[in-house]
């Protein structure tokens, strides 16, 4: 069946450091693909998403490229704040452009630094 | 406007016990997302909604688990005879619809169930 496999954390960074974040997945069609982040105490909210091979999707500084030939969808960012230090996690829609139940990876928990 | 609401938000029960965990998910929404994350976990898919019905409830781990959204708003997951292996934090999450744009799923701050 469709999985999500995410690079095991804690990552631990220096401010202003680059993040990398790895997710591969498998599935059947042409899913949709996210990033979701939880921060200490919150809930689960939507970072970025993209729906079609050769997507990228943006937000506050992080990217991810839909890499269809390497079934990839990795998470970067430049340059890490000490607010970025939260649990971050790969999804996908089992559905093509339908997204309705959301298949996750196991979360990476990022801790950046001063 | 107002996010997903989950109540309670902290539930602690015995084993063998009934509950029921609430959630209201933003107001137009039609679908409607049930997930449970365990320690360390990603959340795992329960149940999706689709208006009143339930669209989806492939990942109901058995018959001990029910979930009801008789209006097309308010949804209740009702857990029977509770045991230590259901101890987690139940996710509700709803969106305005299920395709492209609308199809992006809003979560709650979730309710944790701890059965002694």
């Known amino acids: 069946g469709d999985s999500v496999t995410q690079m095991e954390g804690p990552v631990t960074l220096s401010e202003e450091a680059f993040l990398t974040i790895n997710c591969t997945y498998t599935a059947t069609g042409y899913p949709s693909l996210f990033w979701y982040v939880q921060y200490p105490g919150e809930g689960l909210q939507l970072l970025l998403k993209a729906t079609k091979a050769d997507d990228k999707g943006s937000n506050k500084g992080f990217e991810a490229t839909y890499r269809k030939e390497t079934t990839s969808f990795h998470l970067e960012k430049g340059s890490v704040q000490v607010s970025d230090s939260a649990v971050y996690f790969c999804?996908?829609?089992?559905?093509?452009?339908?997204?309705?139940?959301?298949?996750f990876g196991t979360g990476t928990l990022l801790a950046v630094q001063p | 406007g107002a996010g997903v609401s989950q109540t309670p938000s902290n539930k602690v029960t015995e084993k063998g016990k009934y509950v029921e965990l609430r959630c209201d998910p933003i107001?137009?929404?039609?679908?409607l997302y049930w997930y449970r994350q365990s320690l360390g976990q990603g959340p795992e898919f329960l149940i999706y909604f689709q208006g009143t019905g339930a669209a989806d409830d492939s990942g109901l781990p058995n018959d001990r688990f029910f979930a009801v959204r008789p209006e097309g708003s308010v949804s209740t997951l009702k857990i029977q005879r509770t045991e230590r292996g259901d101890s987690a934090v139940y996710l509700c999450?709803?969106?305005?619809?299920?395709?492209?744009?609308?199809?992006?799923?809003?979560f709650g701050p979730g309710t944790r169930l701890t059965v002694l």
């Open positions: 107001s137009g929404h039609t679908a």
């Open positions: 999450a709803s969106s305005l619809g299920t395709s492209g744009g609308q199809g992006t799923q809003y």
């Open positions: 999804a996908l829609s089992g559905y093509g452009g339908a997204t309705n139940k959301l298949i």
